[in-house]
C-alpha cells in the first residue's frame, strides 16, 4: 500500500515539468538558434557541435525549434485544461448544491460525453478554421464534462458534512458554502485530473499539428515537425524522432507528476487500489 509522501515517479515527473517550463520561458536564451533562421549549407545535417539535434530540410536548427515549440504545446495545453477544469468545476458543484438544476446539468454534460473528444475537436476546427483560438475552443470543449462528473460527486459528499450543516444553520449563504466549504474540497481533485490532462491535451495538440490543422507555420510545433520529417525520415531521421522525444519527455512528466499528486492528495484511492489488489490475488 503506498502512502502520501512524495514518491520517485513524482519526483521526477516534478523535474521533468520544472524543466519544461524553464526552457519555454527562457527559450531565447536558451536555443542556440533563431528557430526561423536558414542555414541551407547545413541542410538536413545530423547532429553536431553547432546543430545539437541537426538540422531540418530548410537548414533550420531542430533543437531550437524543439525549444521554442514547448511555448505554443505547454502554453496551450495549460490554457485549454484550465479552461475545462473551471467550466467542469462550476458544472459539478452547481449540480450537486443546487439539486434542481442537477438533471438539467448532467444531461448536458452527457450530451458532450457522447461525442469522441477528438472527433468534435476536428468538426469545430473545421468550422472555425486554423487557429490559437479555434484550438482552444476545440480541445477545451470536449475536456470538461469529466471534470463535472467528478466535482459532482465529490460534492454530493461534501454538502453532507458537518461543517456544512453548520454553516447552513448560522445563515451562511450558498455562495459562501460553495466557495469556503465546498471547492476547498473539491480542489485536490481538480488539481490532480488537471495535472494528468496538460500530457493529454498536448498529444492533442501534436496530433492537431500532424494533420495540419494545429498551430500554424512558421511557429514550431512538434507536431507540425513530426509531418514534416516523415519525407526525410530516411535521410535525417533526426528530425521526427526530436519532436517524439520531446512529446514522450512532456507527457511523461506530467503524468508521473499527476499520479504522485493523487497519491498525495487522495490516500483513501491508493486505499481502494490496494484492497481492490488484495482482493484479485
Known amino acids: 500500500m503506498q502512502d502520501s509522501r512524495f514518491t520517485p515517479g513524482m519526483l521526477i515527473g516534478l523535474v521533468l515539468c520544472l524543466g519544461l517550463m524553464f526552457c519555454a520561458i527562457f527559450a531565447s536564451e536558451i536555443a542556440p538558434h533563431d528557430p526561423d533562421r536558414q542555414h541551407l549549407a547545413h541542410r538536413l545535417e545530423g547532429p553536431s557541435?553547432?546543430?545539437?539535434?541537426?538540422?531540418?530540410?530548410?537548414?533550420?536548427?531542430?533543437?531550437?525549434?524543439?525549444?521554442?515549440g514547448l511555448r505554443p504545446s505547454l502554453g496551450l495545453a495549460v490554457s485549454i485544461t484550465?479552461?475545462?477544469a473551471l467550466v467542469g468545476?462550476?458544472?459539478g458543484v452547481c449540480a450537486a448544491y443546487f439539486r434542481p438544476l442537477d438533471a438539467l446539468l448532467m444531461?448536458?454534460?452527457?450530451?458532450?460525453?457522447?461525442?469522441?473528444?477528438?472527433v468534435m475537436a476536428l468538426i469545430t476546427i473545421s468550422i472555425m478554421g486554423p487557429s490559437t483560438t479555434s484550438l482552444v475552443i476545440a480541445l477545451g470543449l470536449p475536456g470538461w464534462p469529466k471534470y463535472a462528473r467528478v466535482v459532482r460527486s465529490k460534492a454530493l459528499a461534501l454538502r453532507e458534512c458537518g461543517y456544512v450543516e453548520a454553516s447552513r444553520a448560522i445563515g451562511a449563504g450558498p455562495l459562501y458554502i460553495?466557495?469556503?466549504?465546498?471547492?476547498?474540497?473539491?480542489?485536490?481533485?481538480?488539481?490532480?485530473?488537471?495535472?494528468?490532462?496538460?500530457?493529454?491535451?498536448?498529444?492533442?495538440?501534436?496530433g492537431l499539428g500532424f494533420l495540419g490543422l494545429g498551430v500554424q507555420p512558421p511557429t514550431p510545433e512538434w507536431g507540425t515537425m513530426l509531418i514534416k520529417g516523415i519525407p526525410v525520415l530516411e535521410a535525417a531521421p533526426h528530425i521526427s524522432l526530436s519532436a517524439m522525444a520531446a512529446i514522450s519527455v512532456s507527457v511523461l512528466g506530467f503524468t508521473?507528476?499527476?499520479?504522485?499528486?493523487?497519491?498525495?492528495?487522495?490516500?483513501?484511492?491508493?486505499?481502494?487500489?490496494?484492497?481492490?489488489?488484495?482482493?484479485?490475488?
Open 49 to 68: 557541435e553547432e546543430f545539437p539535434l541537426g538540422a531540418d530540410k530548410l537548414g533550420r536548427c531542430v533543437a531550437s525549434r524543439i525549444i521554442h
Open 82 to 84: 484550465a479552461m475545462a
Open 89 to 91: 468545476t462550476l458544472f
Open 107 to 118: 444531461r448536458i454534460t452527457d450530451c458532450f460525453f457522447a461525442f469522441p473528444g477528438f
Open 178 to 206: 460553495l466557495r469556503y466549504c465546498i471547492l476547498p474540497g473539491v480542489l485536490p481533485s481538480v488539481v490532480t485530473i488537471s495535472t494528468l490532462g496538460i500530457g493529454s491535451k498536448v498529444i492533442h495538440i501534436a
Open 256 to 281: 508521473l507528476l499527476g499520479e504522485g499528486l493523487r497519491n498525495m492528495l487522495d490516500p483513501r484511492s491508493n486505499l481502494s487500489d490496494w484492497r481492490k489488489m488484495q482482493t484479485v490475488s
